[in-house]
């Protein structure tokens, strides 16, 4: 929800968005970049986004930014995969060992005062599971406010080939998911304007030897208007 960019704007506009309808109110000024004059108001508040991807950004290392004016805030939490499982392992005498585990996928963090979000990595692929696919991670929220999904984030590692016998790996299990639609001073949870937003990338599970896949990392994205 934006302001108009032109014209004359009205205080009921402006407190539709602040919920305050005094223009020396703190959540006011903050929209106005610090001025209390109408004209300042024209086009707020900016629209803009995120998006904490690895790469370029690092895996397991919390970032923090500083909450903008919005109305509407919207996010998602993707934990990361699992890691493909290994094949069959024999040895040159025929004695056979299973493949190795894939490692399992960390979770992802969104987090700012009074709510965290977290989408959990999926497990790693079983060694000489032929296919099979490991159980995706699940995610959670604080109260419960998002929408919460199993195994439809990071994707799990691919199944790893068997060295020496028949038994192939298995996938990885994909990353949980949270997703968060926030109204500021509608919503139970929001983001506060001006505080600070927490956010980590869960990694990728590690793949077993033999061939398989590392599970992919995690991602912390959305947008505000």
């Not at 005094?22 to 300042?40: C, E, I, Y």
């Not at 998602?76 to 290994?86: C, D, F, Q």
């Not at 983001?191 to 927490?198: A, D, F, K, N, R």
Request: charged share 5%; with cysteine.
């Amino acid at each position: 929800m934006t302001l108009p960019s032109s014209g004359p704007i009205s205080i009921s506009q402006i407190s539709a968005i602040t919920h305050a309808t005094n223009l020396g109110d703190s959540t006011n000024r903050f929209l106005a970049g610090g001025r209390t004059n109408m004209g300042s108001f024209l086009g707020k508040p900016n629209p803009g986004g995120f998006d904490f991807n690895s790469p370029p950004y690092a895996v397991n290392t919390w970032y923090t930014f500083i909450c903008p004016a919005y109305k509407y805030f919207y996010v998602v939490v993707n934990g990361a995969g699992g890691g493909g499982g290994g094949g069959d392992n024999h040895n040159i005498y025929g004695l056979g060992n299973s493949g190795y585990n894939g490692g399992p996928g960390s979770a992802s963090y969104f987090n700012f005062p009074g709510y965290e979000a977290h989408g959990y990595g999926g497990a790693g692929g079983g060694g000489s599971a032929d296919f099979a696919t490991a159980p995706g991670g699940g995610a959670d929220a604080t109260g419960g406010y998002a929408t919460l999904q199993t195994g439809v984030a990071g994707n799990g590692g691919a199944a790893g080939a068997p060295q020496q016998g028949g038994h192939w790996g298995g996938y990885g299990g994909a990353g949980g998911q949270a997703a968060a639609n926030f109204t500021f001073r509608e919503t139970p949870y929001y983001p506060p304007w001006g505080s600070t937003i927490s956010v980590l990338i869960g990694r990728g599970g590690d793949a077993a030897p033999q061939n398989a896949g590392p599970g992919g990392n995690g991602r912390v994205y959305g947008n505000w208007s």
